[in-house]
């Protein structure tokens, strides 16, 4: 099975302790004890990211007035077509709605505290479910109705804040790199005649699939005064500027897909691993010193699982494996005859002896975390082909899974990157995969652009600003 095939399958993710796709109904999974530890790890992560930067946590409730989601609806978009809308029992209750996104929510809290005399700017996040009625092409953890985990950043602003913006951008980077999921860093590009646009700019950090596409992690909206003029959130008169960051189940998914390289035998970073070491005893006798041993690893901080049910020994091992535990320890034999195996897998492990034990095991998982972070680096940037001009349908089988070229800012050159229809457009990368970064690589591993400006593959202006163009995960705007 594929990786992205298996991305999509119901029945792989529940095999893989992940989540049940089919409780309560179509669109709305429930985690599993082992899906949810994996993911309440990936979450944490950005929890520790956006405090350590000054933001405060709050616990806001999934429910949102109605009347603050059609006053947005009439002045900066509308998402009343993909709502669910609660009614009070005694018919007196205001109708709410089940939130889709922060930002009306938000404003409301905001303009309170200038009403109490808090000075902004402010900086908040919040980590909850949300509903959106998507009335086709369910799909777990990619497109439900009710998802969680929906984390989101928002930032308030008297002046311009591009700190702000590279910190939404490029923390979460560095964040994904830790967890050993690989990321671009683009802006999305707009039309010249979009009209009335939900935001001033987008950026995203997206991920280049092992099956050759690609799918969206994090976005990060510049909102301008939009929200502020509509629901008043104003300091000593002047509307506040708004920045939201956010990401969903999406980015859990895609990490599951960058995990399963082996649909039998996921391997997850050792940083969000629910099982950072699998003991697995050869014999049913041996599992009470696996246990022990299991017991003073857990004390050292090390996430160790024992796998010690009634099944023979490679069934044992195969129940190991499908919970992604990056190192394994084999507990062969019983007694003073018991000898201890260290490695990748079971039946690849060297002999360790018990002292210092623990200092092994955590060195072992760095090493195989940095490693694998370096695999999957190297991996993704082969994905990417420098090409000098828009791609044919000729050229897509020698296109992996994107294609960088120069594109200058030109309204006729941007629209037509736009209107073309061979690749989907990922969006202006920025960082190592921008036009010219050192260390950028093309599909056969050849340096990227050697130049600081190349001629735009539309009318051969020299720029230094490029595009990416892919295929972006089962029809991902």
């Given at each position: 099975m594929t990786a992205e095939r298996w991305a999509g399958d119901a029945a792989a993710l529940q095999r893989s302790h992940i989540i049940n796709a089919k409780y309560p109904v179509s669109g709305a999974s429930g985690w599993l004890p082992h899906g949810y530890e994996l993911c309440s790890h990936v979450v944490e992560t950005f929890r520790r990211l956006f405090a350590e930067a000054g933001y405060e946590e709050l616990g806001l409730p999934s429910a949102v007035p109605l009347e603050a989601l059609e006053r947005q609806a009439g002045s900066i978009k509308s998402f009343l077509d993909r709502i669910y809308v609660l009614h009070g029992a005694d018919g007196d209750t205001a109708p709410h709605a089940l939130a889709s996104t922060i930002e009306a929510q938000i404003c409301t809290v905001m303009a309170q505290w200038l009403d109490e005399g808090r000075t902004p700017p402010f900086r908040v996040t919040s980590v909850r479910t949300v509903g959106r009625h998507e009335g086709h092409g369910m799909r777990p953890l990619w497109m439900e109705r009710f998802v969680w985990p929906f984390f989101e950043a928002q930032a308030a602003f008297v002046d311009e804040a591009d700190s702000d913006v590279d910190f939404m951008l490029h923390g979460p980077g560095r964040v994904c790199s830790a967890i050993g999921l690989p990321t671009v860093a683009v802006e999305r590009l707009q039309a010249p005649d979009y009209g009335r646009a939900y935001a001033d700019r987008r950026h995203e950090l997206v991920t280049?699939?092992?099956?050759?596409?690609?799918?969206?992690?994090?976005?990060?909206?510049?909102?301008?005064?939009?929200?502020?003029?509509?629901?008043?959130?104003?300091?000593?008169?002047?509307?506040?500027?708004?920045?939201?960051?956010?990401?969903?189940?999406?980015?859990?998914?895609?990490?599951?897909?960058?995990?399963?390289?082996?649909?039998?035998?996921?391997?997850?970073?050792?940083?969000?691993?629910?099982?950072q070491l699998a003991v697995v005893p050869s014999l049913r006798e041996g599992a009470e010193r696996a246990h022990a041993l299991a017991e003073e690893l857990r004390a050292r901080g090390v996430r160790a699982t024992v796998f010690d049910d009634r099944r023979g020994h490679a069934a044992r091992v195969a129940g190991a494996r499908t919970h992604g535990a990056p190192l394994f320890l084999t507990v062969r034999g019983e007694g003073a005859d018991t000898v201890l195996l260290l490695g990748e897998d079971a039946d690849t492990g060297k002999p360790v002896v018990e002292d210092g034990l623990a200092a092994r095991v955590e060195a072992e998982l760095a090493a195989l975390g940095a490693e694998l972070l370096r695999t999957r680096e190297r991996d993704h940037r082969a994905r990417v082909r420098d090409l000098a001009g828009f791609p044919t349908r000729a050229d897509l089988d020698g296109i992996p899974a994107a294609a960088r070229l120069p594109l200058c800012t030109a309204d006729a050159c941007v629209s037509y990157a736009l209107e073309q229809d061979v690749l989907d457009v990922i969006g202006r990368p920025r960082g190592a995969y921008a036009l010219g970064a050192d260390g950028a690589e093309g599909a056969d591993g050849a340096a990227g652009a050697a130049a600081a400006t190349r001629p735009c593959a539309h009318c051969g202006t020299p720029t230094g600003s490029a595009v990416l163009l892919g295929r972006k995960f089962r029809g991902e705007k």
């Open positions: 280049l699939l092992p099956e050759g596409t690609s799918t969206t992690l994090t976005s990060v909206y510049e909102l301008g005064t939009r929200f502020s003029d509509t629901f008043g959130v104003r300091s000593e008169g002047t509307a506040l500027s708004m920045l939201n960051f956010g990401f969903s189940a999406r980015l859990v998914l895609a990490l599951l897909v960058h995990s399963h390289a082996e649909a039998d035998k996921p391997v997850y970073h050792p940083s969000v691993a629910p099982v």
